[in-house]
């Protein structure tokens, strides 16, 4: 099937919600119309979330799947903030004031405008239904942009989950030196101190949290290239937590040196490589210092990781010592609802969080999932009855 | 029926969409609670638009008549910058910065945080069904709440209209001298150059366009003291059109004179006596040189007055002159999606918008049915079948 995209990029307003400044930017956007029926056949339009866009293009499978079957155009909008689309350039992350209009609430604004602007501009989209689609925090706003502008899309399809996969690395004990630590972990810089070395368990925690959200059914190259089923793979490293704490730490290290150097070519692994670099942790960082603050905690009986609870003021502190601003927990729910969300219409959640995975108070946000869902060109990967709904819209 | 109401204020941020400034505001609401059951009665809330809160709860007779009857709580919320919930005290109108946060969004974030606060602090009101009620502006306000924030109010009625009453006042001709027209009219200030006949023409002009908001069928006192049907009553001095032009004006001025001097204690007339002195015009003029862009027109055929074509440009112009702001005319369409409204439910237009009011191209946005039907506390005016539906939502 033919991939082929068109790059292009629309007018925004920086700041849909005053008139004080009235500076512009171009969001980026991608275009695929060859299956496109041009006389209002649908449009399936990908809110696009914290990275690059053609990234997201790259992976979102399902959208391609789908485009011949229902002779769509696909639209990839980028994220305000991320890839190209930053509104002061290089400057954008500077301070609290060119931050200022990184939300949602802007974002949904531009993909309410961009897609005005495509219906004004391309001949023959002008009654063209679009559905959302969107997975992990685009797969919130896919859903928010249903609710909130539900005169732009008929419907849309999210692929989101709140659950954590969890298996059994046990990675509570060591004592050993650092030395031996940067030795058998075979660090591209040895750790010089406690610091360091609670570095290095932050680091493997976000690892395997990163891994579950690529544990796809196929070989593929999302966050890092990777075999088939790859929770799989790293778990043959750890099967036995009789062993040792050397012997266990090395195993963790096997595991690890699969996610982050499977192609064998890295002589040293780089903790300062985070295992979402196609992500834009910066804007993301300031999206959950901000309104998309996200209780995480863990307590090591109910998952796999050293006890943490969740703490607000440590959180508000280092958000303002990092950024200048300060998070506003309950305004998400505020402005869109939260769980109460029945006055809505024609919105597929894919797959509803399984429940053995919520955690009381706190949630945690990845979910292998949601990227095994939207990748789905691998004939591996299992389809479900799907298709239903989104016909139904469009016809 | 008792109208004893409590005067209180809910602390909001100046900007929801915004982080950089964690400025907050004190917004004024009044709650009147003496009927309400306190398990969870509904609370009927009052999306306060362009003027004194206080203002609007004297005239809002609607929501008084129903209180008992629902064992409903009444809360009217002051909408920002306007009567005491001044976001920047004296400073809010001083430039385009002070204004920056002068949104019907903001506003409506107001509403939503506000109705959460009660909700949790008032005992008994946790799940109290919530119904927005509005007029005009406000009635815009009311709709848009329960589109977009559907989660905090389950329905509301709005009260507009779209319709201008016309009668048969013909202003066109006149061509005596400016001391005689200052002294036909009593002014206060005299004439003295074409500017100031313009001005005078202006300001009879909307004299007429605000005694149709108010030509209620009983005496009262919304904008000025009237007597019941003032459209009636000013009407009787302008049956006549055959008279010559001195005898015109001095009639036109009987008219005006009821509307500024029923009381007949006034010795002169003050055209810098606006037509709405409780209104907050500044704020409203802001507001329509930013998003809530109405195009305006007549053309002397379909209504009473001069042909004035609407002009865009000219209205920008005049924008950024007064106020370093520019409209953006297609925003509030994309933001609310204008009358593409049938994804949503539990809205009550009441009544709908005569068609033959209806201009083409451009709309007037004053109607007396308007403040007629929220006002109703008079035997007079008419109650027809409307609380079937404000019964069943909060049943």
Redesign the interface.
């Known amino acids: 099937m033919s991939r082929d995209k068109l790059r292009e990029s629309c007018q925004q ?1 920086i700041d ?5 400044e ?1 500076l512009t930017f171009q969001q980026r956007y991608l275009v695929a119309d060859q299956y496109w029926k041009k006389d209002n056949g649908p449009i399936l339009f990908y809110t696009g979330n914290e990275g690059d866009i053609t990234w997201f293009c790259n992976n979102t499978g399902f959208m391609w799947d789908v485009a011949e079957e229902l002779n769509a155009m696909l639209v990839f909008a980028e994220h305000r903030y991320y890839g190209e689309s930053l509104p002061f350039g290089n400057e954008s992350f500077s301070d ?2 060119h ?3 990184l ?1 949602s ?2 974002a949904l ?1 531009d993909f ?2 961009l897609i ?1 602007y495509l219906k004004r501009t391309i001949a023959g989209a002008r009654y063209s239904p679009v559905i959302a689609i969107g997975g992990s925090y685009g797969g919130m706003l896919a859903a928010w942009f249903r609710m ?5 899309v008929v419907g849309l399809r999210t692929f989101n989950s709140l659950c954590m996969q969890t298996y059994g690395i046990v990675l509570q004990r060591y004592d050993a030196g650092l030395q031996w630590l940067s030795s058998a972990f075979h660090l591209c810089s040895p750790l010089k101190n406690l610091q360091d070395a609670a570095v290095l368990k932050n680091w493997l925690s976000e690892t395997w949290i990163n891994l579950a959200m690529v544990n796809y059914p196929y070989k593929a190259d999302f966050l890092q290239p990777l075999p088939a089923w790859p929770i799989k793979e790293v778990c043959k490293f750890l099967k036995d937590p009789s062993l040792s704490d050397k012997l266990l730490l090395q195993n963790v290290f096997q595991a690890v040196n699969l996610y982050y150097n499977y192609s064998g070519e890295a002589s040293c692994l780089d903790m300062s490589e985070t295992a979402t670099k196609n992500l834009g942790q910066l804007g993301w960082y300031y999206q959950a ?3 998309m603050v996200m209780p995480m905690c863990t307590d090591g009986v109910n998952d796999m990781f050293e006890p943490q609870k969740w703490d607000f003021d440590a959180l508000s502190e280092e958000c303002y010592r990092l950024w ?3 998070p ?1 927990p ?2 998400i729910l ?5 769980k ?2 029945s ?3 024609n919105i597929v959640f894919s797959p509803p969080p399984p429940s053995k995975y919520r955690f009381p108070n706190c949630v945690s946000a990845s979910g292998a999932i949601i990227w095994q869902e939207l990748q789905r060109t691998q004939p591996e990967a299992p389809r479900e009855a799907r298709d239903s709904v989104v016909f139904s819209w469009h016809a």
């Open positions: 307003p849909h919600f005053g008139f004080d009235n609290s004031k931050l200022n209009y939300t609430e802007q604004a309410a405008v005005e909130k502008y539900p005169h732009v210092c901000t309104e200048g601003v300060r506003r309950s305004w505020s402005m869109y609802g939260g109460n969300i006055s809505h219409s």
